[in-house]
Nanobody
Framework: QVQLVASGGGLVQAGGSLRLSCVVSGTIFSIKTMGWYRQAPGKQRELATSITRAGTTNYVDSVKGRFTISRDNAKNTVFLQMNSLKPEDTAVYYC??????????WGQGTQVTVSS
């Protein structure tokens, strides 16, 4: 069993910052990719950013230059530093991992609300 626990969400004013964390525990095979998805009210869930085990990152255009994903492989933890937050970043943020056996696991989600 693999568990992902995300934390760090909250309410922030536009222009502010938040740092999300997601700790992976349990019977971990080997984590290939870690990522953050987000789902805004009335919208489909989208991949905001991801990072491979080697450190290669990918960002959706709307967060480039503002968000930074990082990971600590020794601690099975992924982080998301979010700066210059905008109201349109308001969403539930979910961490997700893909193991080397191609299995995906999801965290419970953490709410990020950006007020204008």
């Amino acid at each position: 069993q693999v568990q992902l626990v995300a934390s760090g969400g909250g309410l922030v004013q536009a222009g502010g910052s938040l740092r999300l964390s997601c700790v992976v525990s349990g019977t971990i095979f080997s984590i290939k990719t870690m990522g953050w998805y987000r789902q805004a009210p009335g919208k489909q869930r989208e991949l905001a950013t991801s990072i491979t085990r080697a450190g290669t990152t990918n960002y959706v255009d709307s967060v480039k230059g503002r968000f930074t994903i990082s990971r600590d492989n020794a601690k099975n933890t992924v982080f998301l530093q979010m700066n210059s937050l905008k109201p349109e970043d308001t969403a539930v943020y979910y961490c997700m991992i893909t193991q080397l056996d191609s299995r995906d696991y999801w965290g419970q989600g953490t709410q990020v609300t950006v007020s204008s």
